[in-house]
C-alpha cells in the first residue's frame, strides 16, 4: 500500500515498529503527536472527499501562520541564490526562512531558521551586510560566511577571514578564518572547518571529514521530504566520506552498503536507520 493511502492501522504499525527498534524513550512524543495528526487530518481528509469538501494536508515544517510570512521561504530540496548590493548575495539552503531589507546603505537578512551564505560581490564591496538570528547578529564587509540556525542552536562558520558574533547580550564572539563556531545554551564550541567542505551543500555535496552518522543525517534531512530517523547506536558509528543531497535515495544507500546498518522504508516517507548487531 503506498505512502498516500496509508490506512490509519499502519499509523500503529509504524509507532510500534519504531517503538520496537528505537526504544519508547527515543520514539519521542513529538512524533507521535504528529503521526497521530496525519492519521487525523487523513480521515478528515476522506470524510470531505465523500462531501465535496477539499483539504491541504501540509507538511509541519511547512507551516506559517498567516501574517507572519517570511519575505523567502524555501522548501525541501531548493536552494535559493539571491542578489543583493554590490553584485554580491546570499545562497539559502532548503528548509530555510529570511527577511530581507535594505536600510541606510546595508544589507539587513533576518535569519529566521535554515542556513544562509553570503558571497561578496566580484570587485570589493563596499555595502556591508548584517545578518540578524534570535540568537546573535553578524555585520560584515565583503567577507564570505554562514549562519545556521535552529531552535536550539547557532553556528557561524568562516572562510579565509575572521568575522565577530555579537549576541543578544552584547557578547561578542570572535571567530577566526576557517573556523566553525556553535553556540547553544551549553555553551559556545569552536572547531577547525574547510570552506570548500562547508559550503560544499552549495554545489549538492556533503562532505563530513571525521564525524558520525548522525551528521550525515543531519545533512540530508532538508532533502528528504518526510522523516529519517536513527537508532543511537547508529547515530554514533563513526562517518566520513563525499554524499550526494541531490539523490538522497541512492546516498542512503550507500549508507547501507558502507556502513553495518539496516534501513526500513515505513509509512510517510518516513525512514528508520539502526545499527547492525
Known amino acids: 500500500m503506498s505512502d498516500n493511502h496509508s490506512s490509519p492501522d499502519a499509523l500503529d504499525r509504524t509507532l510500534a515498529e519504531m517503538r520496537e527498534q528505537l526504544g519508547l524513550a527515543r520514539v519521542g512524543r513529538a512524533y507521535e503527536r504528529r503521526i497521530n495528526r496525519r492519521g487525523f487530518l487523513m480521515k478528515t481528509s476522506t470524510a470531505a472527499a465523500f462531501s465535496g469538501a477539499a483539504i491541504y494536508i501540509a507538511r509541519d515544517n511547512d507551516i506559517v501562520w498567516p501574517g507572519m510570512e517570511p519575505d523567502v521561504l524555501t522548501t525541501t530540496g531548493q536552494i535559493s541564490r539571491i542578489e543583493l548590493a554590490s553584485s554580491s548575495r546570499i545562497i539559502l539552503a532548503p528548509r530555510t526562512a529570511v527577511d530581507i531589507h535594505h536600510e541606510q546603505g546595508t544589507s539587513l537578512v533576518r535569519l529566521r531558521r535554515g542556513t544562509a551564505l553570503y558571497e561578496p560581490g566580484g570587485s570589493r564591496s563596499t555595502i556591508p551586510i548584517r545578518v540578524e538570528t534570535r540568537m546573535g547578529v553578524v555585520e560584515a564587509i565583503s567577507v564570505p560566511f554562514q549562519m545556521s540556525v535552529s531552535s536550539h542552536s547557532l553556528t557561524v562558520s568562516t572562510a579565509n577571514i575572521p568575522v565577530t558574533l555579537r549576541s543578544l547580550k552584547g557578547q561578542l564572539v570572535p571567530i577566526p578564518a576557517g573556523c566553525t563556531v556553535v553556540i547553544t545554551s551549553s555553551g559556545v ?50 562517518a566520513a566520506g563525499l554524499f550526494s543531497l541531490l539523490q538522497v535515495n541512492r546516498t542512503l544507500g550507500q549508507l547501507s552498503a558502507d556502513f553495518p546498518i539496516q534501513i526500513a522504508y515505513l509509512p510517510f516517507r518516513t525512514v528508520l536507520l539502526r545499527a547492525i548487531s
Open 189 to 238: 564550541v569552536r572547531t577547525t572547518a574547510r570552506w570548500d567542505n562547508v559550503s560544499a551543500w552549495t554545489r549538492g555535496d556533503l562532505i563530513i571529514e571525521s564525524g558520525t552518522l548522525h551528521d550525515i543525517i543531519v545533512g540530508l534531512r532538508p532533502y528528504w521530504d518526510g522523516h529519517i530517523v536513527m537508532s543511537p547506536r547508529a547515530a554514533a558509528i563513526p
